[in-house]
């Protein structure tokens, strides 16, 4: 799974927008059935000329068609829609369905990725402990990935240290506080550290020139999500941004600026979306 993801939720321009992302060095696209975007992601996938195997796709099935059935049936929909073979993650959009649903739709995809249909399955918002541990109880496989609102004010620490010890990959969705970068912490840090920008690169992939400038407060968050671990899904539907948004390689914050970062977190009074701890 690659390190960084292109989020195309609200998105409306996303076949030409996942075309930028491609040509910026994404390979991880996440989409939903509810987003409505899964026939613009197979189209851009289709017109970029890359190999299948070389792009990551994400979707997800939301609360409102959870069922073991329904769900089966909605990732052969899913499947015609992108024009794909497999999807790479599918992941449940939601835990709103209630305990016997959700296991009914998991069950569902597992038998799914065993058919061949999907590569591996995962939670969204599956933001409280107890969510993953029914499906443990369940003896059930479990996740390959929890996707969940993440960012330095909405830290989500009981979930995140469950998804470390049980070996599940952590997404994080909104890491750009949905474009409310401009907080003060986070411009300060932007304007201490600096960033190498490449000019131009050789067909070798020889740097033939860099200068420095001022980092982002987007290049901030996103570099604190890398160095957590995150795997970071931030969205633009702006080229020079879904561009920028790459540039996070070639600079660190230390280890001072992460504790800085990490002294922001305000629990769930921090979250920008829904935050669905607490649902049973």
């Known amino acids: ?71 089966l049936r909605g990732v052969d929909a899913s499947l015609q829609k992108l024009a794909f073979d497999y999807i790479d993650l599918f992941l449940i959009h939601d835990p709103f369905s209630g305990s016997q649903r959700r296991l009914e739709t998991y069950r569902a995809l597992q038998d799914a990725r065993r058919a061949g249909k999907i590569r591996s399955v995962g939670c969204r918002t599956c933001n409280g402990v107890h969510h993953l541990e029914e499906i443990k109880a369940a003896g059930l496989e479990m996740p390959s990935v929890n996707q969940i609102e993440l960012h330095p004010f909405c830290q989500q620490r009981s979930i995140v240290d469950y998804c470390r010890a049980h070996s599940i990959v952590v997404q994080a969705y909104s890491p750009l506080l949905r474009g409310t970068t401009d907080r003060a912490p986070v411009v300060a840090l932007a304007a201490k550290a600096r960033l190498p920008q490449a000019l131009s690169v050789s067909t070798h992939g020889a740097l033939i020139a860099a ?70």
């Open 1 to 71: 799974m690659p390190r960084l993801g292109f989020g195309v939720y609200q998105n409306y321009s996303t076949t030409e927008s996942v075309l930028e992302a491609f040509k910026a060095g994404y390979r991880l696209v996440d989409t939903a059935q509810a987003y409505k975007s899964e026939a613009h992601v197979g189209a851009a996938v289709t017109l970029s000329g890359l190999d299948r195997e070389d792009v990551f796709i994400v979707t997800k099935c939301i609360s409102k068609t959870h069922g073991y059935e329904s769900t």
């Open 211 to 280: 200068s420095q400038h001022h980092c982002t407060p987007a290049h901030v968050l996103l570099r604190w999500s890398l160095q957590k671990g995150f795997v970071p899904l931030p969205k633009s539907a702006t080229p020079e941004r879904i561009r920028a948004n790459t540039q996070l390689y070639a600079f660190a914050l230390d280890d001072g600026d992460m504790a800085r970062l990490d002294a922001l977190d305000r629990g769930g009074d921090g979250a920008l979306t829904w935050n669905p701890v607490d649902v049973v």
